[in-house]
């Protein structure tokens, strides 16, 4: 076992500067999850997944989409989703992470620029690792930096098409992108506008539809839509022109060689997605949970963010820890968020407000936190 020793090198390494990751059961109240509308355990979603079953939905596709795994309750699901997203199509990826490496790695081409948000998801990054454009970051939230990005690039003799990244909602700050600002320097530039709604979907919007709502309809964007938060489920739908859909299908290999997700999951998004439109009570008791959180802890140095994620900055790294192991020894489910996950010097408790969580237990948080801190 030897030949391992660099491995156990630089998981020491790790534990010395107090970055090292562990896997550790859901204990507490939660404060943690992306579970923002408790549809993860929503008696609506698991009757659906019996009555599919019922009906003769299997567990397994089988393979991939191309070859025997293309169930109806995919191409269901696709049509559902693009008629509620209101874009023409859309494809079903087994996760958001996948979606996002096959979008990137493989619609901006040889000769394209891809401009992202500083702080846009690892995904996002990996997928455009794999691409064949010229990448380049714009300051975080700030329209006129993608505007000179992309001025820079063309008096520099660039020639492609410019790509715009970004998410709706950043998942450890809770602060929304000015997607009707980076709309009009898409529309500028002929550029494409990609949005990452991970964390807005189901929670904002009409009917939870996300921030893009108003904006989606352009045949320059693209959204991306994650069935593991709000939605309760898993996977990814990305939408968008059709044509983009089926170059997707012919050339994303994440896509072409991936057994597809379960055809049963596919049942319980479509079921999900009612579920937005029919109970908007959810929405409702999620944003006075919101109110009555930013209230509740503002005295403790926690700055309203007008979402569900309110992150507390307290920048060392072993602090950070430390606060976090004394809320979870309370019984309150909050994580830690360390470098490399955000920029050094910002390690940060990220307190996330989901239906799972009571304004009693926010009430009771707050007075942990003060003992924690």
């Given at each position: 076992m030897g030949g391992l020793q660099?491995?156990?090198d630089q998981l020491e390494h790790l534990a010395s500067i107090d970055r090292i990751r562990s896997l550790r059961p859901r204990v507490g109240i939660d404060f943690a999850s992306?579970?923002?509308?408790?549809?993860?355990?929503a008696p609506r979603l698991a009757e659906a997944v019996r009555e599919a079953m019922t009906r003769g939905v299997p567990v397994g596709s089988g393979g991939s989409r191309l070859?025997?795994?293309?169930?109806?309750?995919?191409?269901?699901?696709e049509a559902e989703a693009a008629a509620f997203f209101g874009s023409q199509s859309a494809l079903y990826f087994s996760s958001g992470f996948a979606a996002n490496i096959a979008l990137f790695a493989t619609l901006p081409q040889r000769g394209d620029l891809v401009v992202h948000d500083a702080l846009i998801h690892a995904s996002a990054l990996d997928g455009m690792r794999m691409g064949r454009a010229e990448v380049t970051s714009a300051a975080h939230n700030d329209p006129d930096g993608f505007d000179d990005a992309i001025k820079c690039w063309r008096s520099a003799g660039g020639m492609g098409r410019a790509w715009i990244a970004v998410e709706s909602l950043y998942s450890m700050d809770g602060d929304r992108a000015p997607l009707v600002d980076l709309a009009k320097v898409a529309a500028a530039h002929d550029a494409m506008l990609v949005i990452d709604e991970?964390?807005?979907s189901g929670v904002f919007g009409r009917d939870g539809r996300g921030l893009a709502d108003a904006i989606h309809d352009a045949d320059n964007v693209v959204t991306l839509h994650t069935c593991g938060k709000a939605l309760g489920c898993e996977g990814a739908l990305l939408c968008g022109p059709e044509v983009l859909r089926d170059f997707l299908v012919n050339r994303a290999r994440p896509f072409i060689f991936s057994t597809a997700p379960s055809p049963l999951m596919a049942s319980a998004v479509r079921e999900a997605l009612r579920i937005l439109v029919d109970e908007p009570e959810r929405r409702a008791a999620l944003w006075q949970l919101v109110e009555h959180a930013?209230?509740?802890l503002a005295p403790l140095g926690i700055a309203p963010t007008g979402s569900q994620i309110l992150p507390l900055i307290i920048g060392d790294d072993g602090a950070t820890m430390r606060a976090a192991a004394a809320l979870q020894a309370a019984g309150f489910d909050v994580r830690g968020i360390r470098p490399p996950t955000v920029p050094a010097g910002t390690s940060r408790l990220r307190i996330s407000l989901t239906l799972n969580a009571k304004e009693a237990d926010v009430n009771a948080l707050a007075d942990a936190l003060?003992?924690?801190l």
């Open positions: 660099d491995y156990r992306n579970d923002y509308l408790a549809l993860g355990a070859l025997r795994g293309n169930d109806p309750e995919h191409e269901l699901i991970a964390h807005a930013e209230r509740k003060k003992v924690a």
